[in-house]
Nanobody
Framework: VQLVESGGGLVQAGGSLRLSCAAA????????IGWFRQAPGKEREGVSC????????YYADSVKGRFTVSKDNAKNTVYLQMNSLKFEDTAVYSC????????????????????WGQGTQVTVSS
């Protein structure tokens, strides 16, 4: 099993990026995929969570209305579209695999997630 993130980079404030999380070896019907971020000197923060068993994805309040999570089951890939980026969105973004229904009760809690990707850096310049 493997999680590989991509799509990070440097963008100006107000710009957009789309992150991808390729989840090889997982059955999307049995898992949830969470996006987390960690800025230097700060605790890891849950950003979003999506699964086949949950109608409405989870979003942290800090990203609601700006970020959109989606998935392509055929490609075993989850995407995080990030619009209207702010300087404070700068962080290493990681995707992680958790239990099937975790988005309902713990989508933003990293301790519920078992497998992690290596992360991708997102830097927003002000």
């Amino acid at each position: 099993v493997q999680l590989v993130e991509s799509g990070g980079g440097l963008v100006q404030a107000g710009g957009s990026l789309r992150l991808s999380c390729a989840a090889a070896g997982f059955n999307f019907d049995n898992i949830s995929i969470g996006w987390f971020r960690q800025a230097p000197g700060k605790e890891r923060e849950g950003v979003s969570c999506i699964s086949n068993s949950v109608v409405a994805p989870y979003y942290a309040d800090s990203v609601k209305g700006r970020f959109t999570v989606s998935k392509d089951n055929a490609k075993n890939t989850v995407y995080l579209q990030m619009n209207s980026l702010k300087f404070e969105d700068t962080a290493v973004y990681s995707c992680a695999v958790g239990p099937r229904n975790v988005c309902l009760y713990g989508g933003g809690t990293d301790s519920y997630f078992n497998y992690w990707g290596q992360g991708t850096q997102v830097t927003v310049s002000s």
